[in-house]
């Protein structure tokens, strides 16, 4: 039995944890929206992406695709009964990353401190400087090494 709420509990996480479901999800709980509503509302997903994890959710029974044909003809989403279901899931989700996720790049959590399980003691410790720090620090000077090679090629005339 609890071998069976793993797998259960492991393909939830694993098909509303997909990059851009939760934004999908979070979405549609206010109410149903058409594509292209969807589309403006979630910054930086693709057309394609869009349209795979409409079609994911809707295969897992989340979603429901409902289109309307008076003229012109409308495609909308909503969530169904299991879709709603996840209302308090996604809460929860939600005050678990306004307590622990950075707001971005290098910010630390709102409350990162509010750990009551560390010591006064531990919090004081200084710490070595994350990974992404050195990671930033590649890219940058890659993207500087980029741009000194385009300075140097010689600009080519189109050919006629």
């Known amino acids: 039995m609890a071998g069976d709420l793993c797998v259960r509990f492991h393909q939830a ?31 930086d997903i693709s057309d394609r992406m869009l349209s ?35 209302k308090p899931a996604l809460a929860a989700i939600g005050e678990w990353a306004e307590r622990w996720v950075p707001a971005g790049p290098g910010a630390t959590p709102p409350n990162a401190n509010a750990d009551s399980s560390k010591t006064a003691a531990s919090r004081a410790t200084p710490t070595r400087p994350a ?22 090629r010689p600009a080519t005339s189109p050919s006629r």
């Open 13 to 43: 996480v694993e098909l509303i944890g997909r990059r851009w479901s939760g934004a999908v999800i979070q979405l549609l709980m206010q109410h149903r929206l058409r594509y292209a509503e969807l589309r403006a509302a979630i910054p």
């Open 131 to 152: 990974a992404p720090t050195a990671a930033a620090a590649r890219t940058a000077a890659a993207l500087a090494s980029n741009d000194r090679l385009r300075k140097r």
């Open 52 to 86: 795979e994890r409409l079609r994911e959710l809707e295969a897992a029974g989340i979603v429901v695709r409902t289109v309307l044909p008076d003229p012109p003809v409308r495609v909308e989403y909503d969530l169904t009964e299991k879709g709603r279901a996840l």
